[in-house]
């Protein structure tokens, strides 16, 4: 068999890629009291916050089931559990995302860790013999116990948080955004 060029740019691409998401592959614990002992803290960026300007932007999840841009569609295909999106690392979002930076602070020991799953939550909600996950039932049991899951999206993607409660998220000061020593902001929340 003779690849083409492109066949073979395509290949060798596709093994970059796993290279690369190997080594990117971001845990729970890189986020854990990173800015502050004992506080996981989340960031999202807000188009309404920066056309508003606003010091503080509400994010209510339920807001999210019904209100919601393209690419959050997916996440909602999967279940349509309230919740809202926050990124572990402000620096790495996805590249369609934009807008006004904001923040929030919870305790370490109120997200979850999905991707290691230690009180396999996700072998209690898989169906026995057609191996499905009951997403709904599965958030639901999670949000009774936790106010956040962390993930990330896909293989080596972003880390992300799914948050389950309310909170007023607030604008990161400009000056911070330029230094990006998010270390400086003040404690908030829990």
Same mark, same amino acid.
């Given at each position: 068999? &003779?690849?083409?060029? &492109?066949?073979?740019?395509?290949i060798? &691409?596709?093994?970059?890629?796993? *290279?690369?998401?190997?080594?990117? $592959?971001?845990?729970?614990?890189?986020? %854990?009291?990173?800015?502050?002992s004992? *506080? !996981?803290?989340? !960031?999202?960026? +807000?188009?309404?916050?920066?056309?508003?300007?606003?010091e503080?932007?509400?994010?209510?999840p339920?807001?999210?089931?019904? $209100?919601?841009?393209?690419?959050? $569609?997916?996440?909602?295909?999967?279940?349509?559990?309230?919740?809202?999106?926050?990124?572990?690392d402000?620096?790495?979002?996805?590249?369609? *995302?934009?807008g006004?930076?904001?923040?929030?602070?919870?305790? @370490? $020991?109120?997200?979850?860790?999905?991707?290691?799953?230690?009180?396999?939550?996700?072998?209690?909600?898989?169906?026995?013999?057609? #191996?499905?996950?009951?997403?709904?039932?599965l958030?639901?049991?999670?949000?009774?116990?936790?106010?956040? @899951?962390?993930? %990330?999206?896909?293989?080596?993607?972003?880390? @992300? *948080?799914?948050?389950? &409660?309310w909170?007023?998220?607030?604008? @990161?000061?400009?000056?911070?955004?330029? +230094? #990006?020593? !998010?270390?400086?902001?003040?404690?908030l929340?829990?």
């Amino acid at each position: 068999m &003779k690849l083409t060029t &492109k066949q073979l740019k395509q290949i060798i &691409k596709e093994e970059l890629e796993g *290279v690369i998401s190997e080594g990117k $592959n971001r845990q729970y614990e890189e986020f %854990t009291g990173k800015y502050r002992s004992g *506080v !996981f803290r989340l !960031f999202r960026y +807000s188009t309404r916050g920066q056309y508003s300007n606003a010091e503080t932007i509400p994010v209510d999840p339920m807001h999210f089931t019904t $209100n919601r841009k393209s690419y959050s $569609n997916n996440e909602y295909n999967t279940s349509g559990f309230p919740r809202s999106f926050w990124y572990a690392d402000a620096d790495d979002k996805e590249s369609f *995302v934009d807008g006004k930076l904001y923040y929030w602070d919870v305790p @370490v $020991n109120r997200i979850y860790d999905f991707k290691k799953d230690p009180e396999e939550f996700i072998s209690k909600h898989r169906h026995p013999q057609y #191996r499905y996950i009951d997403w709904d039932a599965l958030f639901k049991d999670l949000a009774s116990h936790y106010d956040g @899951v962390y993930y %990330t999206l896909g293989r080596g993607g972003q880390p @992300v *948080v799914a948050y389950f &409660k309310w909170v007023d998220s607030v604008a @990161v000061p400009d000056e911070i955004v330029k +230094s #990006r020593d !998010f270390s400086k902001l003040e404690p908030l929340g829990g």
